[in-house]
């Protein structure tokens, strides 16, 4: 009787909404990422060899790996009915023995062994020799899985249209289950609320009382090449994060975490992205594509091993925002004040100290945090360099207030310094905000929601451009 064959699965995109190849080759760069690129290049023909090698490199834990719901469905009542449900996948077999346990599956199972790679004609001839012809029902995502449907008495076709139809022509009894992502998730995995960072690009403009048209208009398309390069950085760090973003609280959903976007499309994305901004920045000029390339190159450093290494991740976090500013420079054409980039590092410092901080005040025990290097024991020392870098910052202010490009641009030099009052507010506020963790977990995003601190903000950039006379120039 067909109830009584058991039910065979594909694992990478049926079983589960990820590929655990690609979820080895993610975790190996986060863990060994020479060992892993020199495999991935020399084993590249041998997918069996490749297959066994990332999974002795990265351990990955299998538990965590998104299940596709409606195949869970399918599988529960089969389960139910007494059926064997059964994993077949051309993924390594110690990860396929793992995933079939973690979920109560058969012991039996079919896998690659590092030597063979179990796919299309090669899995089909081990199921059919386990069970005989149309002797179980088989679930897969893939044109590869053709060859095996055409052995199995009843198909589960998950997220192949084209499969499922081919085999509705043939005759073939056939189960469909529609996969769930969209370019949505993409979208969010671009992290477009980020992208508000880039407002630093222009800091050089209001220093420098630039108000012309074209400066403006350059800068906005230098900030559009910084938005699409950090978007192809954040798409590489959740791949770093995956097994870390897992078992976080809240990003636990992201979409590559949770399996909504396929990693493989998340790559294709990524790299199209990084592309796109090295292109735009190589037509505003050299100077500003060498910036935009050590800006990606640092944010890859970071996200591969910078960001787990303690106060290192906070220096570099406060590089990668004082590059924003170096860029709106070369991209307007607009000189910089050496004071403002000593003001804008020891302001960085403190919000990256903050943004370790909040994360901490919202953990949920005191061990150091996943794919971290803090735990809650640090919040002091923390708290300590948010304030120096606050002290930093105010006194470079106030130092650059003696130069003679302030005196230039400042006729009423006594201006900045009742300037210094609304910045050491806003900067003390978010301090105290990130200790009572009463911020998301980053510090900058907060910031640009934070109607308070925004007119805070804005009382401070008032004071100076009266400072500067630029009210009485626009108003008359």
Not at 399 to 410: C, D, I, K, N, V
């Amino acid at each position: 009787m067909r109830d009584q064959k058991p039910l065979v699965l594909d694992v990478d995109g049926t079983f589960l909404k990820t590929d655990m190849l690609l979820e080895c080759f993610w975790a190996g760069l986060g863990l060994d990422p020479l060992a892993t690129l020199r495999a991935s290049i020399t084993l590249l023909a041998d997918r069996a060899a490749l297959k066994a090698e990332l999974a002795r490199i990265a351990d990955i834990r299998t538990e965590l790996l998104p299940v596709n719901g409606a195949v869970l469905a399918e599988v529960e009542a089969a389960k139910a009915a007494g059926r064997e449900v059964v994993l077949a996948s051309a993924s390594h077999e110690t990860l396929v023995k793992r995933l079939a346990a973690d979920h109560g599956l058969s012991p039996r199972v079919f896998a690659s062994d590092g030597v063979t790679n179990l796919k299309g004609s090669d899995k089909a001839a081990a199921l059919v020799a386990a069970f005989g012809e149309a002797g179980f029902d088989y679930g897969g995502n893939e044109k590869a899985d053709r060859k095996i449907w055409a052995h199995a008495d009843r198909a589960l076709v998950v997220n192949d249209v084209a499969s499922a139809q081919v085999l509705e022509a043939e005759g073939k009894p056939v189960t469909r289950i529609e996969g769930d992502w969209s370019f949505a998730g993409i979208t969010k995995a671009f992290r477009p609320h980020q992208w508000v960072k880039n407002l630093l690009l222009f800091v050089p403009l209001l220093a420098g009382h630039i108000f012309l048209p074209w400066p403006w208009l350059v800068t906005l398309l230098g900030a559009l090449a910084f938005s699409l390069g950090a978007s192809s950085i954040y798409v590489v760090n959740d791949l770093l994060d995956l097994e870390a973003d897992r078992l976080h609280a809240t990003k636990c959903r992201r979409p590559f975490a949770s399996g909504r976007v396929p990693i493989g499309v998340g790559m294709a994305a990524g790299l199209a992205a990084g592309l796109a901004a090295l292109l735009i920045a190589a037509l505003i000029g050299g100077g500003f594509f060498g910036v935009l390339a050590l800006y990606m190159t640092l944010s890859l450093a970071y996200s591969l091993r910078l960001k787990r290494l303690r106060w290192i991740d906070i220096a570099t976090l406060a590089v990668l925002y004082t590059i924003r500013v170096v860029a709106g420079a070369l991209a307007s054409g607009v000189a910089i004040s050496g004071y403002l980039l000593v003001f804008i590092y020891p302001v960085f410092i403190a919000l990256g100290s903050v943004k370790r901080i909040t994360e901490l005040t919202l953990a949920m025990s005191d061990e150091p945090l996943p794919g971290r290097g803090y735990g809650r024991p640090d919040r002091s020392d923390l708290l300590n360099v948010a304030v120096l870098g606050m002290v930093g910052a105010l006194v470079a202010f106030f130092g650059y207030s003696f130069t003679e490009q302030a005196a230039e641009l400042y006729p009423t030099r006594w201006l900045l310094w009742v300037a210094l009052v609304p910045i050491f507010w806003w900067l003390y506020r978010m301090i105290r905000l990130g200790w009572a963790g009463k911020q998301d977990y980053d510090p900058i995003v907060f910031a640009m929601r934070d109607k308070r601190g925004i007119g805070i903000l804005l009382i401070a950039l008032s004071i100076m451009f009266q400072a500067a006379g630029i009210w009485r120039g626009w108003l008359g």
